[in-house]
Every structure is written in C-alpha cells, then in structure tokens.
C-alpha cells in the first residue's frame, strides 16, 4: 500500500483528484469504480472543477458504482445514484449512459445478475473507496466471512447509526443494500481509499498499525491489492500514531 499523508480534507481531496486526473488523461476511455459517503465529495468537486476550466475530459469514460440502498427509488434524494448524479455526474461531461448503479428497487435477484453481469463486462481501472467506522467497504459489513460477487447485504446497526445523518430520521435509514463484492473491488487496477474523521480510528488503525487482514475489518483487504492508495489526513494519522 502507498500511504498518502495530506495537511487537511481538502489537500486530501486534491491528492486524490490528480491521481484520478492523471488516469483519465492517460486513458481517456478508463473505467472508474465510483463510491458514495462524504468522504469523495470534495474530490468530486474537484474534479467537476477541473472539468470545466481545465478540460478535464470525462466523455469517454465508463463508470460503475460500489452499491445501492435496497428499497429506494433512483429519484430518492439518499438514493446512490441520485447522490452521483448531483454530486458528480451532473457536473461532467460523462455521458451518463455510460454511468452504472445497481437498482435498489424492484427484483433484488435480477438486480444482482445485472449488477454481477457488469461487473463482469470489465474491471475497473481505479475504484474510489471510502470506509465506514466499522470498516466496511462498499457496503461489505464485516463477519466471519465476506462475498466474492455482488449480494445483498443487512446493514450493521452501527452503519445505519452512521447513515442517520442523512435521513429525515433514523428509521427511514434503509436496512440493507446491494454491493459489489470483495472480487469486484479487489479486481480493480487500482484502490484509493480517502479515509478522514474521528469515526475513523478504528478502521484507520486495523488499515495502517496492525498486519491483518480480517473479514471482522473488510477494509484490511487493501492490503493485500498490488495497486493500493490511502489518502490519511495529518489530523487521523496523528490520531492513530501512524508514522509513514
Ligand atoms: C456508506 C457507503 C460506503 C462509504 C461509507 C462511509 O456506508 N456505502 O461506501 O465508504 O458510507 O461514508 P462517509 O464517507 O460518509 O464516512
């Protein structure tokens, strides 16, 4: 793994749009792997940025998404696709024909054999990731085993704890999703994790201070990917002793 360590969220967001940047330029036809979360944001914005004054050309690139919230709607406001498109897409010049998130509604088997199906067209060049407290990735919640293809995944109480902030209420946090797998992200050219925020400590910790690589912690995985970016702020490497 390379470990980048940033002064702050938003030098953590401009590390990680120029190494998005720098894919694109090379390979105008890429195939990103796009995740949600607050983490990316700030690296969508700029890249959105750079898109438009810099010329940051997305036209021809191709992207699938992490997972989806099972029971909303793409036209819901929490919904993952809504998130991309008014965080990102809406923003570029992709092509949104060329934009993939699994469908939360409807068929969940036949939601999952097109997801997988996709997923299997072509792996991706680079997937962005973030990571949650208990260190899942997409939404691979930890246990005693993981899920190669892409599934259906119950939520972890503590996700949903964490996801509340986004929704009118608790109970209106969605219960499960579906999520590519831990083949379909480790198959990818390229892992950059953006990881920052005290809630972090304890995945940052598992990642960057111990040598395991567990299912109880999803996120230890990156470790054992050839192409493995971490982006820390300065603030949580601090925070977990973490020297470089
Ligand atoms: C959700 C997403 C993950 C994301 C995580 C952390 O559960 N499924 O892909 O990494 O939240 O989100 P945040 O970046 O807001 O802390």
């Given at each position: 793994?390379?470990?980048?360590?940033?002064?702050?969220y938003?030098?953590?967001?401009?590390?990680?749009?120029?190494?998005?940047?720098?894919?694109?330029?090379?390979?105008?036809?890429?195939?990103?792997?796009?995740?949600?979360?607050?983490?990316p944001?700030?690296?969508?914005?700029?890249?959105?940025?750079?898109?438009?004054?810099?010329?940051?050309?997305?036209?021809?690139?191709?992207s699938?998404?992490?997972?989806?919230?099972?029971?909303?709607?793409?036209?819901?406001?929490q919904?993952?696709r809504?998130?991309?498109?008014?965080?990102?897409?809406?923003?570029?010049?992709?092509?949104?024909?060329?934009?993939?998130?699994?469908?939360?509604?409807?068929?969940?088997?036949?939601?999952?054999?097109e997801?997988?199906?996709?997923?299997?067209?072509?792996?991706?060049?680079?997937?962005?990731?973030?990571v949650?407290?208990?260190?899942?990735?997409?939404?691979?919640?930890?246990?005693?085993?993981?899920?190669?293809?892409?599934?259906?995944?119950v939520?972890?109480?503590?996700?949903?704890?964490?996801?509340?902030?986004?929704?009118?209420?608790?109970?209106?946090?969605?219960?499960?999703?579906?999520?590519?797998?831990m083949?379909?992200?480790?198959?990818s050219?390229?892992?950059?994790?953006?990881?920052?925020?005290?809630n972090?400590?304890?995945?940052?910790?598992?990642?960057?201070?111990?040598?395991?690589v567990?299912?109880?912690?999803?996120v230890?995985?990156?470790?054992i990917?050839?192409n493995?970016?971490?982006?820390?702020?300065?603030?949580?490497?601090?925070?977990?002793?973490?020297k470089?």
């Open positions: 793994m390379r470990v980048i360590v940033a002064e702050d938003s030098a953590q967001c401009r590390e990680a749009a120029d190494i998005v940047e720098k894919l694109v330029r090379e390979n105008p036809q890429c195939h990103l792997g796009l995740a949600t979360g607050s983490s944001v700030g690296m969508y914005q700029e890249l959105a940025r750079r898109c438009k004054e810099e010329g940051l050309d997305f036209s021809r690139v191709t699938v998404n992490l997972d989806e919230y099972t029971g909303l709607e793409p036209s819901h406001d919904s993952y809504y998130f991309m498109d008014s965080n990102l897409f809406d923003h570029i010049n992709i092509d949104k024909n060329n934009t993939y998130v699994a469908k939360g509604t409807g068929n969940l088997e036949e939601n999952l054999k997801f997988n199906a996709k997923l299997n067209e072509k792996d991706t060049d680079l997937q962005v990731l973030g949650g407290a208990d260190g899942h990735v997409g939404f691979n919640e930890p246990g005693d085993k993981l899920y190669a293809s892409a599934h259906s995944e939520l972890d109480e503590s996700t949903i704890d964490a996801n509340a902030r986004f929704f009118a209420s608790r109970d209106d946090v969605p219960r499960g999703a579906v999520t590519m797998g083949a379909g992200i480790m198959r050219g390229c892992l950059l994790l953006i990881i920052s925020g005290s972090k400590e304890d995945a940052a910790t598992q990642l960057l201070m111990t040598d395991e567990t299912s109880k912690c999803p230890t995985f990156l470790k990917h050839r493995a970016i971490v982006i820390i702020t300065k603030e949580l490497a601090d925070k977990i002793g973490y470089g």
